[in-house]
């Protein structure tokens, strides 16, 4: 059996955001675990070109998990197998996912509507993928009318999943109102795998509060670290420290967006990679003096040469008293 640590701190599989540069940069500044992007079990088995892309895990895949969507049993077993074969060690299915494309095909969220469909999934991926890890991404039900994660989670449990990671929101909530971490603490207790905490970790006083609140075994940090790759090394200070010993810099946030930038544009592309970069610099900026100019100065960008000017002088003028 493969044993995997993920240890506290886990960057969370985000749409056009968790591609390869972001993970490698995540990872460097101590996230202990990643994962891809979703990926569409049909598109990786049929070798599409972007899909394969998101697959891209350099040295950095005994740290990287792939996650899987998809609404078919088979297919989804012979992707996660694929998945084996090509080196990852951990495959999640992602069960969680709220948004309406994905929905109306029977995936992501849209499982836990149908407990035998899960059940199907579930033993289909485990006895695919042998001894390799598997884990589940789940909400806590697909409408506030239809909470099932308990139940949910004693059927993975049985069928051999090995960790779950826990969103406490309701599919027909989205991302509004607030995670519900009661549950998180409730499912933890209620099982013997392995549960982490996904939901509204914008910080590390978060993260740290909901680490403590429902004795989750790790944080998975979603929205909170796009443009924010650092979030991971403060963290990790807080919990093994005690507090964050050593903060970082602005001068040296802004660094780490210029090393993300030249290493999106890299791998994407220089245009390409301009557009990839957007959300975490519009993230970045956020609640800075004169933000809405600089984010406007983004927005207009057209490629790694006028972000990386942007960060260098407008930004670095902000911040010139730091």
């Not at 999943?161 to 933890?188: C, E, N, Q, W, Y």
């Not at 975490?280 to 933000?291: A, D, I, P, T």
Request: glycine letters at 8%; proline letters at 3%.
């Amino acid at each position: 059996m493969v044993k995997i640590d993920f240890g506290e701190s886990i960057l969370a599989p985000m749409a056009g955001i968790t591609g390869f540069p972001f993970r490698k940069t995540a990872l460097k500044y101590r996230a202990d675990f990643c994962f891809t992007e979703m990926i569409s079990a049909l598109g990786f088995l049929h070798n599409d070109k972007r899909t394969i892309e998101l697959t891209e895990a350099g040295n950095y895949i005994e740290r990287t998990g792939i996650q899987l969507f998809g609404s078919t049993p088979d297919i989804l077993a012979r992707a996660a197998e694929k998945a084996v074969d090509k080196g990852f060690k951990v495959i999640d299915i992602n069960m969680g996912c709220p948004v309406k494309k994905v929905v109306k095909t029977g995936a992501g969220s849209a499982i836990l509507k149908d407990i035998n469909v899960f059940y199907l999934i579930v033993e289909a991926v485990r006895r695919a993928i042998k001894d390799s890890v598997l884990t589940i991404k789940i909400r806590s039900g697909f409408d506030e009318s239809s909470v099932n994660f308990i139940e949910i989670a004693k059927i993975a449990e049985s069928s051999g999943v090995d960790a779950i990671f826990f969103h406490p929101r309701a599919r027909s909530l989205m991302f509004s109102g607030v995670a519900d971490h009661s549950l998180t603490k409730m499912l933890k207790n209620t099982v013997n795998i392995p549960v982490y905490a996904s939901g509204d970790v914008f910080s590390v006083a978060d993260a740290v509060r909901i680490k403590q609140y429902t004795g989750a075994d790790g944080i998975i940090f979603a929205r909170g670290a796009i443009g924010k790759p650092w979030i991971f090394t403060e963290y990790v200070d807080t919990v093994k420290l005690g507090g964050i010993t050593q903060p970082i810099k602005n001068k040296q946030k802004i660094d780490i967006m210029i090393e993300l930038t030249e290493a999106v544009s890299s791998f994407y592309g220089k245009e390409r990679g301009c557009g990839i970069m957007k959300p975490h610099l519009y993230s970045f900026l956020r609640g800075f003096k004169g933000s809405k100019a600089l984010r406007v100065m983004v927005n207009n960008a057209r490629n790694e040469g006028e972000i990386i000017n942007i960060l260098k002088i407008s930004i670095e003028e902000e911040l010139s008293g730091d």
